[in-house]
Each structure stands twice: as structure tokens, then as C-alpha cells.
């Protein structure tokens, strides 16, 4: 704005336009002072209760490339992936209780069966295989090894039956032909054992 436009610019004209002048000063200074204290806040809060959409989409990633790295390793180890869960089939004989802490080991446990499916695929390794089953704790009562009670099973004719006598604590798939293959074995016996991880 020109103060001074011409020879008959009187006193009162100035001061009312230093006075517009100064205003539009402070008002600029005002509003800088605003934006600045309104992205600070905004900022910090953002930060620190309330994360935001990228941040989330960034963690959900990485805990997905966690998975598949997992699952790449264990399928690199021999492991085959089946309806959410890997399964290991054991390349040496053992008794119950040291394949099932083999699996303990490696991160899993002996094969639960939950399913006609998962019966069928175990059916598939064509061995003789240990399974999580035992009723080593209370004779009679079968419990899987994350205690659980069997809601569907395979029971080959007349098992369990603990064998003229003998105690057949643990779970076993006996002839792998028969869909109806589980045998009730003793525990010392010595077999090839599958253990299965959740995925
Ligand atoms: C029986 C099973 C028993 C197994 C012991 C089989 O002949 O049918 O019930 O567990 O022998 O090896
Ligand atoms: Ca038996």
C-alpha cells in the first residue's frame, strides 16, 4: 500500500494506513502461530494414541512375510503343508514319548486327527505311524496330546483292546490301507511318528 501518494496526505491518512498496515501484520502473525500449534498437536497425537492406516497395513505385512518365512523354512525342512497345518514324517523308529518330544522340539506335536480328511492324508504317508493319542493317564479314556477328547475316530475293528492283556496305552495307524486303522499299541514299541504344526 502507498503511504505516501501525494502532496496533500494528511496526518490522519497515515496513521490509518499504518493502522491497516500493522493490523494485517498481527493477523498474519496470529494465523502462522495457529497452523503451527495445530500441526503440532494434531501430530503428536497421531503418533502416540492413535496410529494410522499406513502404520497398520505396514505391521499386518510384516506379520504376514513372518508367516511365510516360517512356512517357507519349515517346507524347506521336509515339512508338507496340508488344510492350515505341516506335517513330519520321521525317517527313524521310536517309542511314544520320545516322538512326541522329537516334536515337542521341533515346535509341534504328534498328529491330532480332527477330520475324515486329515485321517485319509495321514493314510497317504503309507508307514505305520505313531499319533497323538494315549490313555496313559486314565485307561479307556483316549485323549489327544493337547488333551482333548476324539470327536471323530478311526478304531480298526475290535480296538482298542489292549492286546490279551498287555497295557497299549498310545495311538497308533496300523494297516494304513484301511480307513479304520488306529491301533491301541504299547508305548515302548518302536515307531516311525508324524508330528503336525498349526499353522
Ligand atoms: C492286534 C493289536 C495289537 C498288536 C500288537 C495285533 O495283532 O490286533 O490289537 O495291538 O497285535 O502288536
Ligand atoms: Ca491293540
Known sequence: MDCESGADTSTRKRKLCR?????????????????ISLR????????TTTPDCEAI???????????????ARYIQQGWIYFNHSLYYVSSTKNTWNDSREDCLQRGADLVIINSREE???????????WIGLTDAEKE???KWVDG???TISFWDTDEPNSYEG???DCGEIFFYTRE????????????????????
Open 166 to 168: 498287555t497295557d497299549e
Open 19 to 35: 493502522l491497516v498496515v500493522l493490523s494485517f501484520a498481527l493477523l498474519c502473525i496470529l494465523q502462522a502461530t495457529l497452523n
Open 57 to 71: 497395513i505396514k505391521n499386518l505385512t510384516k506379520q504376514q512375510d513372518m508367516r511365510m518365512n516360517e512356512l
Open 148 to 150: 482333548t477328547t476324539p
Open 119 to 129: 485321517q485319509n492324508f495321514i493314510r497317504e504317508f503309507k508307514k505305520r505311524t
Open 40 to 47: 503440532l498437536a494434531f501430530y503428536s497425537s497421531d503418533t
Open 180 to 199: 479304520n486303522s488306529w491301533n491301541d499299541q504299547p508305548c515302548d514299541s518302536k515307531n516311525v511318528w508324524i508330528c503336525e504344526k498349526k499353522m
Open 140 to 142: 479307556q479314556t483316549w
